[in-house]
């Protein structure tokens, strides 16, 4: 029977092959400069455009689909990226990360509260306001700036480093496979639910999906190096 694969033996030959790419392949670096000009380019034209007609028109889409259980997942979804329950999510993460003894994974969760904050800083950089009710469907009004979307830069940072994790330090079975599924929809749905309740934009979440994505990439890049060392 061959024995089963240890968590650090699959992380391990995971970084090796990752490190090697990074080191030695340009077109992951020129990715992660190309989406950090791309999130200054589309903040500076969110700090001077309210909205676009492509925005009005994906949110009109959107807004049309009529289906109870879809209307109650898009709810769903944005219930999880309000503080409170930001906070849960991420003391939950935190305290059973500590109890199994995965201690920089546990720090590494929390560094990933970064992505939120800058997220905050870029909001009041930009001040661009949020969908007004006379434009399209507002389920509710929300006080702060709209560019980015905080959801969504939270789902991706947060999950997406989680759904690292998990493929990382759990070995293959369904369970594994089931986590991974069920964040993802989350990182990827998150965005259709914040333009669906009428809270932003399509462009507030590109640069959501962007911040949290090249955040993401900053905590796993750093997380491996901390590995390696």
């Given at each position: 029977?061959?024995?089963?694969?240890?968590?650090?033996?699959?992380?391990?030959?995971?970084?090796?092959?990752?490190?090697?790419?990074?080191?030695?392949?340009?077109?992951?670096?020129?990715?992660?400069?190309?989406?950090?000009?791309?999130?200054?380019?589309?903040?500076?034209?969110?700090?001077?455009?309210?909205?676009?007609?492509?925005?009005?028109?994906?949110?009109?889409?959107?807004?049309?689909?009529?289906?109870?259980?879809?209307?109650?997942?898009?709810?769903?979804?944005?219930?999880?990226?309000?503080?409170?329950?930001?906070?849960?999510?991420?003391?939950?993460?935190?305290?059973?990360?500590?109890?199994?003894?995965?201690?920089?994974?546990?720090?590494?969760?929390?560094?990933?509260?970064?992505?939120?904050?800058?997220?905050?800083?870029?909001?009041?950089?930009?001040?661009?306001?949020?969908?007004?009710?006379?434009?399209?469907?507002?389920?509710?009004?929300?006080?702060?700036?709209?560019?980015?979307?905080?959801?969504?830069?939270?789902?991706?940072?947060?999950?997406?480093?989680?759904?690292?994790?998990?493929?990382?330090?759990?070995?293959?079975?369904?369970?594994?496979?089931?986590?991974?599924?069920?964040?993802?929809?989350?990182?990827?749905?998150?965005?259709?639910?914040?333009?669906?309740?009428?809270?932003?934009?399509?462009?507030?979440?590109?640069?959501?999906?962007?911040?949290?994505?090249?955040?993401?990439?900053?905590?796993?890049?750093?997380?491996?190096?901390?590995?390696?060392s």
């Amino acid at each position: 029977m061959n024995q089963p694969i240890s968590p650090k033996e699959v992380l391990s030959s995971e970084t090796a092959v990752v490190k090697k790419v990074e080191r030695n392949n340009p077109l992951f670096w020129i990715l992660v400069g190309a989406a950090m000009l791309a999130l200054i380019l589309l903040s500076l034209w969110a700090k001077i455009t309210p909205y676009s007609d492509l925005d009005q028109i994906v949110t009109e889409h959107i807004q049309q689909i009529n289906v109870r259980s879809f209307d109650l997942f898009m709810r769903f979804l944005t219930f999880l990226g309000y503080p409170l329950q930001v906070e849960v999510s991420y003391t939950v993460s935190i305290i059973f990360l500590l109890i199994i003894k995965k201690y920089k994974e546990a720090f590494f969760v929390g560094f990933t509260v970064g992505a939120t904050i800058l997220a905050t800083i870029i909001k009041h950089y930009v001040g661009r306001a949020r969908p007004a009710i006379n434009l399209v469907h507002v389920t509710t009004m929300l006080k702060d700036k709209s560019f980015p979307s905080g959801h969504t830069t939270f789902f991706v940072a947060f999950y997406g480093f989680l759904i690292f994790l998990t493929f990382v330090l759990l070995k293959p079975s369904w369970i594994r496979n089931l986590l991974i599924i069920v964040m993802s929809i989350f990182i990827l749905f998150i965005g259709v639910s914040r333009i669906y309740l009428g809270n932003h934009w399509l462009s507030d979440v590109v640069g959501g999906y962007i911040l949290g994505g090249l955040w993401l990439a900053l905590t796993i890049h750093l997380y491996r190096r901390q590995k390696l060392s």
